[in-house]
C-alpha cells in the first residue's frame, strides 16, 4: 500500500478482515498470559460484539466508550464497534467517578463497554452526569445491565463491517498535555491507515514474524498503534496483559513471550534499567525498543544501551497527528535528539509570527502529514489555534540541525524566563538525570511571594539525604548557568500522573 489510504476504508476491515482474506487467519495475533488467539478467533469476536452493539441500538457515527483492561474483550470490542461504523472513545479505566462523569457529560456516548467489576465505579458516575448511557458489562455481570457474554449467545456469528469512508471519524484520542482538562482529538480511518505505513511499517519495518510487547496500554494511541495496529497491518502479533506494567511483570513478559519489538515509555525504561536484577535479564529477542510520551534524557539512553544492548528509538508523537511522527531510525540513532521526520511527513521550526528559522534555532514545531485530526470536540477556539491550515502547531519547542535531527527543548507552556531569560525545564531535567543520586525528575515553574516564577525540582532520590538538596542545586550550576538552577529540590516519593501516566505539572504548580 501507499501512503494515500482508499476512500472506502473500515480499520475494523483493514487491519482483521483483511488479513483472513490473505489466507492468514490461523496466524496468532494476540498473545495473553493464558493462551492465544488467532486472527480468525479475532474477527469471530469482533462479529460477536458488533452484532451486540448493533442489537443494543448502536448506529454508524454514534460513540462506544470502551472502559477495558488490556485483553481479548477490548480488541474485540474496539474493532466490533468499528465494523458497526462507530466511533470509539477509549478511557483509563483507573479513572474515578467524577472523571468518568465528566467525560460522559463532555463525549454523549451512545454506550459503555466496561469491566464488570468497574460498574459500581461507572454507576457513581453516572449518578453524576447529565448524560444517560448504555451500560454493556464484560466480565463480570451486574444485575439489571446486558452483558456481552449473555447477549454473544444469542446473536448471528458473522458480520459484515459498514462502508466508511477514511475521512469518517474512527478512535477519538485524548490529548496528552500535562494540565487542565484532556481535549477529545477526533482522528479519521485514515489516519490511522496512514500512519501504520508511514511509521509502523517503514520506520519500524514491522512484518509479519515480529511480537510486539508495550508497557502503556491501549487505551493510550501510542500503545493503539504500535501494540495493536501496526502488528495487525502486517499479520503479526501484540502481546497483551492487563495488570499495571511493573518492571517486574515487564521483564516476566519478555521471558514469556520473547517478544521483537517493545514499546516503552522514559518511566519504564529507568525503572528497568535500575531494577537490581537488570544485568540477569535476557532482552535478546527484542531487535528494538522505541521510547515516546516523555523527553528520554541522553543520559538514560545510555544506560539503557549499556544494559541491555537493545537499539532504543526516541520519537516524538501527538494526538492531533495521532502518532509518532518525528523519530529516531534503526541504525540511525542519535542519543539526545528525537531524530528525523517521518516519511509522509513535513515539519517547519518557526518563532511566533509563524516565520521560519534557521538550523541549530529553538523555535515552534509545526507539522503536516496524512494523519491530521479534524480537530478538537467542543473546542473551536483551540482548534483554531493548533490547526492552521493543513499545518498542526504542536505547542513544542525545539531545534534542527543541519542534517534534519531534531531536539526537543520541551512544551511551550513549560518554557521559564528567568531574569528575563527564557530557558527548558527538559534541560535542567536531562542535567539532573544524570546525576547518580536521581532516580526521576521533573522541573516546573512556580510563582514566589512575590508573583514571579521560580523553578523548582521535584525528585525521586535513590538514596535520599540531609545534603541532597543542596548537592542537586549546584550540581546544576555547576554542569548549566546558574540561573537555570532550581530555587528549591522536593524530595518525594512519587510523583502525580495525568491519565496518560504522565507527569502531572499543572498538579505540582499549583502544589508546590
Request: glycine share 10%; aromatic share 8%.
Amino acid at each position: 500500500m501507499n501512503l494515500d489510504p482508499p476512500e472506502d476504508l473500515n480499520l475494523a476491515d483493514w487491519l482483521v478482515e483483511a488479513r483472513v482474506r490473505e489466507g492468514r487467519g490461523e496466524r496468532v495475533a494476540l498473545r495473553l498470559p493464558d493462551r492465544e488467539l488467532t486472527y480468525r478467533d479475532v474477527q469471530r469476536l469482533a462479529h460477536r460484539f458488533a452484532n451486540v452493539l448493533v442489537g443494543l441500538g448502536l448506529r454508524p457515527e454514534e460513540r462506544v466508550l470502551l472502559a477495558l483492561r488490556d485483553g481479548a474483550e477490548f480488541v474485540g470490542a474496539l474493532f466490533g464497534a468499528l465494523a458497526a461504523g462507530a466511533s470509539v472513545v477509549m478511557l483509563n479505566p483507573d479513572l474515578g467517578a467524577e472523571a468518568i462523569a465528566g467525560l460522559v457529560d463532555y463525549l454523549r456516548p451512545r454506550l459503555a463497554v466496561v469491566d464488570g467489576r468497574l460498574v459500581p465505579v461507572f454507576a457513581d458516575a453516572l449518578g453524576r452526569a447529565r448524560e444517560r448511557l448504555t451500560l454493556v458489562t464484560v466480565g463480570e455481570a451486574a444485575p439489571g445491565l446486558p452483558s456481552f457474554e449473555e447477549l454473544a449467545r444469542t446473536v448471528a456469528e458473522g458480520f459484515t463491517a459498514v462502508r466508511t469512508h477514511r475521512d469518517d471519524p474512527a478512535v477519538w484520542l485524548f490529548s496528552g498535555g500535562t494540565t487542565g482538562r484532556p481535549k477529545a482529538v477526533i482522528q479519521s480511518h485514515g489516519s490511522y491507515a496512514f500512519t501504520t505505513v508511514a511509521y509502523g511499517q517503514r520506520t519500524l519495518g514491522l512484518a509479519e514474524d515480529d511480537i510486539t510487547l508495550s508497557v502503556p496500554k491501549l487505551y493510550f494511541g501510542y500503545a493503539l498503534g504500535s501494540n495493536l495496529f501496526f502488528p495487525f497491518s502486517v499479520g503479526a502479533s501484540a502481546c497483551l496483559f492487563p495488570e499495571r506494567a511493573t518492571a517486574e511483570s515487564v521483564f516476566a513478559a519478555l521471558g514469556r513471550h520473547r517478544p521483537t519489538v517493545l514499546v516503552n515509555v522514559p518511566t519504564m525504561i529507568h525503572q528497568m534499567v535500575s531494577h537490581p536484577d537488570a544485568a540477569a535479564q535476557d532482552l535478546s529477542s527484542l531487535r528494538l525498543a522505541t521510547s515516546a510520551g516523555e523527553a528520554l534524557p541522553a543520559a538514560l539512553y545510555e544506560r539503557w544501551r549499556a544494559t541491555f544492548g537493545v537499539e532504543l528509538l526516541d520519537g516524538l508523537g501527538t494526538a492531533e497527528q495521532w502518532h509518532v511522527f518525528l523519530s529516531n531510525h534503526p541504525g540511525e540513532v542519535r542519543p539526545g535528539t528525537l531524530g528525523r521526520v517521518v516519511e509522509g511527513f513535513e515539519l517547519r521550526v518557526r518563532d511566533e509570527e509563524g516565520r521560519d528559522l534557521p538550523d541549530g534555532e529553538t523555535g515552534w514545531l509545526w507539522v503536516r502529514g496524512g494523519a491530521r485530526a479534524w480537530g478538537y470536540w467542543r473546542e473551536m477556539a483551540k482548534t483554531q489555534a493548533t490547526f492552521r491550515g493543513d499545518w498542526v502547531v504542536t505547542g513544542d519547542l525545539v531545534a534542527r540541525d543541519a542534517d534534519g535531527f531534531v531536539t526537543y527543548h520541551g512544551r511551550g507552556d513549560d518554557a521559564l524566563k528567568i531574569a528575563g531569560r527564557w530557558f527548558s525545564p527538559a534541560e535542567v531535567e536531562d542535567c539532573l538525570a544524570r546525576h547518580p543520586a536521581v532516580a526521576e525528575c521533573v522541573v516546573v515553574g512556580v510563582p514566589d511571594e512575590s508573583g514571579l516564577t521560580k523553578p523548582h525540582a521535584w525528585v525521586i532520590a535513590r538514596a535520599p539525604s540531609d545534603d541532597l538538596a543542596r548537592e542537586l542545586k549546584d550540581f546544576v550550576a555547576s554542569e548549566l548557568q546558574p540561573y537555570k538552577a532550581p530555587r528549591a529540590v522536593h524530595l518525594v516519593a512519587d510523583l502525580p500522573r495525568t491519565h496518560l501516566g504522565k507527569v502531572d505539572r499543572g498538579a505540582l504548580r499549583r502544589n508546590p
